[in-house]
């Protein structure tokens, strides 16, 4: 019982702390729209009569003082109504999320990447960190921050795609309609087309995360209980494994799931070079041609999505490490 009221505490918190950073978010939103021009001016264009630009303006509510106006985005906020793009006649959410699903699944490959890579890589520099395998991954991790991601792009499309010809090096490719989502991990067309997006992406969080895991991997290793376990026998590979990777990678599941919002920001980079439909993109396209409404609803929607991502990451250490307490997580 005690259990359950101590959880239901920390759903509390969280759902509380989670509210007030998206009325933040939409206070910013809001701040961001009304200063950067009048959107009357992209509605009626120029050559409108001043009689007429008024009248609309009093329609829409432009001309009542900026708390009312505020109140009253709040609330069409809260029936998620973010306002009618200017470029596509639609509501911003309903196209900022038609773009949802190709940045997902760019973020989604990146991350796999960035873990199936910087786990055994950091690994193995913690454990043979005197061997020329260590050294060369620690030399590229450094070679890998240093390099701007949409140079890395160009160099993947130059290699794969342009000398080798082996991968496509533009688009989404194929994909498959399930509905409310656009996949295009369920065709092959697809995944080739994935594949130098998300090498691209992931090179912005690789040398960061090999680092961090053979850091934590060095630190576990200097623990009594790994010393321990090597004294009663136990194989290296279950020590570095069972015993201390499993360790390691508490701190990691916090900092991965902040870094993914990284991951979210640097889609507009990859996705400019690789000419990928999704929000990044779509946002740039928003900036090039003013429209203000659909600039606010994407800035909001990645604030929910970090919103989203780090109450995850709670839940997630929580669960992994037992020794934080539901009473005392603040």
């Given at each position: 019982?005690?259990?359950?009221?101590?959880?239901?505490?920390?759903?509390?918190?969280?759902?509380?702390?989670?509210?007030?950073?998206?009325?933040?978010?939409?206070?910013?939103?809001?701040?961001?729209?009304?200063?950067?021009?009048?959107?009357?001016?992209?509605?009626?264009?120029?050559?409108?009569?001043?009689?007429?630009?008024?009248?609309?303006?009093?329609?829409?509510?432009?001309?009542?003082?900026?708390?009312?106006?505020?109140?009253?985005?709040?609330?069409?906020?809260?029936?998620?109504?973010?306002?009618?793009?200017?470029?596509?006649?639609?509501?911003?959410?309903?196209?900022?999320?038609?773009?949802?699903?190709?940045?997902?699944?760019?973020?989604?490959?990146?991350?796999?990447?960035?873990?199936?890579?910087?786990?055994p890589?950091?690994?193995?520099?913690?454990?043979?960190?005197?061997?020329?395998?260590?050294?060369?991954?620690?030399?590229?991790?450094?070679?890998?921050?240093?390099?701007?991601?949409?140079?890395?792009?160009?160099?993947?499309?130059?290699?794969?795609?342009?000398?080798?010809?082996?991968?496509?090096?533009?688009?989404?490719?194929?994909?498959?309609?399930?509905?409310?989502?656009?996949?295009?991990?369920?065709?092959?067309?697809?995944?080739?087309?994935?594949?130098?997006?998300?090498?691209?992406?992931?090179?912005?969080?690789?040398?960061?995360?090999?680092?961090?895991?053979?850091?934590?991997?060095l630190?576990?290793?200097?623990?009594?209980?790994?010393?321990?376990?090597r004294?009663?026998?136990?194989?290296?590979?279950?020590?570095?494994?069972?015993?201390?990777?499993?360790?390691?990678?508490?701190?990691?599941?916090?900092?991965?799931?902040?870094?993914?919002?990284?991951?979210?920001?640097?889609?507009?980079?990859?996705?400019?070079?690789?000419?990928?439909?999704?929000?990044?993109?779509?946002?740039?396209?928003?900036?090039?041609?003013?429209?203000?409404?659909?600039?606010?609803?994407?800035?909001?929607?990645?604030?929910?999505?970090?919103?989203?991502?780090?109450?995850?990451?709670?839940?997630?250490?929580?669960?992994?490490?037992?020794r934080?307490?539901?009473e005392?997580t603040?």
């Open positions: 019982m005690k259990a359950l009221a101590a959880g239901a505490g920390f759903f509390a918190r969280r759902l509380f702390q989670a509210l007030l950073v998206m009325l933040a978010i939409l206070v910013i939103a809001f701040a961001v729209r009304t200063s950067l021009g009048d959107p009357l001016r992209e509605i009626m264009g120029q050559a409108v009569p001043e009689s007429e630009r008024a009248e609309l303006r009093h329609e829409l509510g432009l001309d009542a003082p900026w708390p009312l106006q505020l109140v009253r985005y709040l609330g069409r906020a809260a029936t998620g109504d973010l306002g009618t793009s200017i470029i596509y006649k639609r509501p911003t959410v309903e196209v900022v999320l038609a773009k949802f699903p190709a940045s997902f699944e760019l973020v989604l490959g990146a991350s796999l990447i960035v873990l199936l890579l910087s786990v890589g950091g690994v193995y520099a913690a454990v043979r960190p005197g061997t020329l395998g260590a050294r060369l991954i620690l030399g590229l991790s450094v070679l890998g921050i240093s390099v701007p991601v949409f140079v890395t792009g160009i160099l993947l499309i130059t290699v794969f795609s342009v000398w080798l010809g082996w991968l496509p090096a533009f688009g989404r490719g194929e994909t498959v309609d399930l509905g409310v989502w656009q996949t295009g991990l369920l065709t092959l067309d697809g995944l080739e087309h994935l594949l130098l997006p998300a090498l691209t992406l992931s090179s912005i969080m690789l040398p960061l995360f090999i680092r961090l895991v053979r850091g934590a991997m630190d576990e290793l200097d623990h009594d209980y790994v010393r321990t376990a004294a009663k026998g136990a194989a290296p590979l279950r020590v570095w494994l069972v015993h201390a990777l499993r360790n390691a990678l508490l701190p990691l599941v916090a900092v991965g799931g902040l870094q993914v919002g990284t991951l979210i920001a640097y889609t507009l980079l990859t996705e400019t070079v690789f000419q990928w439909p999704g929000m990044g993109f779509l946002f740039l396209e928003a900036v090039t041609r003013a429209d203000i409404p659909l600039i606010t609803t994407y800035l909001v929607l990645v604030g929910l999505l970090f919103v989203i991502t780090n109450t995850i990451v709670d839940l997630v250490s929580l669960m992994l490490d037992p934080i307490s539901l005392a603040p």
